[in-house]
């Protein structure tokens, strides 16, 4: 059997990994990202540039000759000429509003491209994932929990898809930062540097925090996925949970887990006041060392410093953005690698691709056997060493205990196991000749699943392009075709969650109907008549036996009016075959047998 496949190594260090989901955010973006890119430049310009228009205001103001000889002034001033324009108040206003509107357009058509590129993130990484699923071994996919899945198509890819906008936004606020940056550098080079020292302080006490909320993340993708998990699975046992009077403990286990998601979330909150607490007060401290330097080492002027003060008054904002932005990415970056690994898991467990539906159509025409076949679920054996041979045209039966192997070898048979050792044939040729053999087989199981939509919408996922006339005939065949046209709206009737407003007999007819929909060779019947009465059994296996010998039948059954329709039985045991003949020659040479019948007789039919 093979190993549970392992996804290449995390890499470690918060950087790393946003740095891995920064590049696969330009991988799907492509020209969006780029677009995205050069918007960002944008803003940096315009936002240096609404600072330098406001350089002739403060000359306009009379603050001090000394502002007004400055040579970024002279170089602003000399601009305004060249443009034909004189320095008056009202065109210095004029040319800051709308550089000021520019910028803000230019922002909201970046929100918008953001946007795009968050779907395009999220649909991608679900699409992508959805279909490693779907194209995974079955042994695989049965090791997974169900709801796992859902959560990281939902969820987790929502969440990744999130951090795009963060990712975009962090990118924008370094570029404005840096505009910001170069006119106080420009302004007071000595004042700067010791902003940016403290920044560096500043960044190295917040270091801490930033890993804390990484870790953070981790803890509330778990949490929530507990609760999730929770949340569907009591809302899928709901009626087993009422019959067993066990609604206080339900409730009990999903307070518990709402409990510690809320405790997680408490957390992360403390941690980003700690954090915006941290930022608030040290680049108070900066500016008040900042403005010290510039008075004292500097000896800025009034209009200057005005200027550099007005710089800072608008830059400190945009790091703590820039660290905001940062955080928010961090805290997507695990949802991001659970998507991305889990898609990677389930990629290096993918099956061999299944060929396109043939033109002609497969029929068994001689045997389906099975030779010294073994197989094990990790160190569980369940089939060992089974050989046995099933007639086409025929219905053969397999019988035995539970937990003797019966639906593992129905999986074996369907092509969803791979033998440990051993081979299965399908008229003499291995089964893996056939990598469209599946879509050739109806299974139809003891629990059929019916989604929630209408009749004809159930049946249709085995047949798109079947008439009306075709759905009509697989119902008839299956004896569902009266209490189909007695519902409501007939075909178009929508069936409930899970088919809730079907009957159990009723539901697992209506799944016949679909398997015989796709006009199978092979249909495989795993407890599928538990669920009918003697009446709607005789008719099910009536139409079944009309339909050999072109249709070869295997099912799983125990009572007797079903094997003894049987044209073979084997009886398994431990995963082996111990016994196997007609149901007459079983019943009158086989104590086994007798018993299991024995015990099956006694069990009352249900309600159709």
């Not at 918007?39 to 103001?61: F, N, W």
């Not at 992360?268 to 010290?292: H, K, P, Y």
């Amino acid at each position: 059997m093979a190993s549970i496949p392992v996804p290449p190594p995390r890499p470690a260090g918060v950087l790393r990994q946003a740095a891995l989901f920064a590049a696969r955010v330009v991988a799907i973006g492509r020209w969006r990202m780029a677009l995205a890119l050069a918007q960002t430049v944008l803003l940096g310009v315009t936002a240096g540039a609404g600072l330098l228009v406001l350089i002739p205001l403060v000359s306009l103001t009379g603050v001090d000759a000394e502002f007004q000889d400055l040579g970024l002034a002279r170089r602003v001033s000399d601009a305004f000429a060249w443009m034909g324009a004189p320095v008056t108040l009202p065109l210095v206003l004029a040319v800051f509003l709308a550089v000021t509107i520019g910028q803000a357009l230019l922002a909201r058509w970046q929100a918008h491209v953001s946007f795009d590129l968050h779907r395009a993130v999220m649909a991608t990484l679900r699409e992508e994932l959805y279909d490693a699923i779907v194209s995974c071994r079955w042994v695989f996919f049965s090791r997974l929990r169900s709801t796992d899945l859902s959560y990281a198509l939902t969820t987790l890819a929502h969440t990744a898809g999130a951090g795009v906008h963060q990712l975009i936004a962090l990118g924008s606020g370094c570029t404005v930062a840096a505009a910001h940056l170069a006119i106080a550098v420009y302004l007071s080079p000595a004042a700067t540097a010791a902003a940016l020292g403290g920044g560096v302080v500043l960044g190295w006490l917040l270091h801490r925090d930033t890993r804390q909320a990484r870790a953070l993340a981790e803890v509330y993708l778990a949490d929530s996925s507990a609760l999730h998990g929770a949340s569907v699975e009591h809302l899928q046992s709901f009626k087993t949970m009422k019959s067993v009077g066990a609604e206080r403990q339900s409730a009990r286990l999903f307070r518990a887990a709402n409990e510690r998601l809320a405790a997680t979330q408490r957390r992360s909150i403390v941690n980003d006041q700690r954090q915006r607490f941290t930022f608030e007060v040290g680049s108070a401290l900066v500016l008040v060392v900042m403005v010290v330097l510039a008075l004292r080492v500097a000896h800025l002027s009034t209009g200057a410093l005005l200027l550099l003060l007005y710089t800072f008054a608008r830059l400190m904002p945009r790091v703590f953005g820039v660290q905001q932005n940062f955080v928010q990415v961090v805290h997507a970056v695990p949802a991001f690698l659970e998507v991305h690994h889990l898609t990677a898991r389930l990629r290096e467990a993918r099956e061999p691709a299944a060929a396109g539906r043939p033109a002609a159509t497969l029929r068994l025409e001689q045997a389906l056997s099975v030779r010294r076949v073994s197989f094990d679920y990790g160190a569980l054996p369940v089939v060992r060493d089974l050989s046995l041979e099933i007639p086409a045209g025929r219905l053969t039966a397999l019988v035995g205990a539970s937990g003797s192997g019966k639906t593992t070898v129905l999986d074996l048979l369907m092509g969803l196991l791979t033998p440990a050792s051993g081979e299965i044939l399908v008229d003499g040729r291995p089964l893996e000749t056939h990598p469209d053999w599946r879509r050739h087989v109806g299974y139809v199981s003891q629990e059929s699943f019916l989604f929630n939509d209408t009749v004809r919408a159930n049946l249709l996922w085995a047949r798109p392009d079947a008439s009306d006339a075709s759905l009509r005939a697989a119902l008839e065949r299956a004896s569902a075709r009266d209490f189909v046209d007695a519902l409501e709206h007939g075909m178009d009737t929508r069936l409930g969650d899970r088919g809730c407003r079907l009957s159990g007999g009723e539901r697992q007819r209506l799944a016949l109907a679909r398997a015989l929909l796709g006009e199978p060779t092979l249909i495989i019947l795993d407890e599928a008549t538990n669920a009918l009465d003697r009446r709607n059994e005789d008719r099910l296996l009536d139409a079944l036996e009309a339909l050999m010998p072109e249709v070869t039948i295997v099912m799983v059954a125990h009572r007797m009016s079903c094997v003894s329709r049987a044209d073979l039985v084997y009886v398994l045991e431990e995963g082996r075959i111990v016994e196997s003949g007609t149901p007459d020659a079983l019943l009158a040479q086989s104590r086994r047998f007798r018993e299991l019948q024995a015990v099956t007789a006694a069990t009352p039919a249900a309600a159709g």
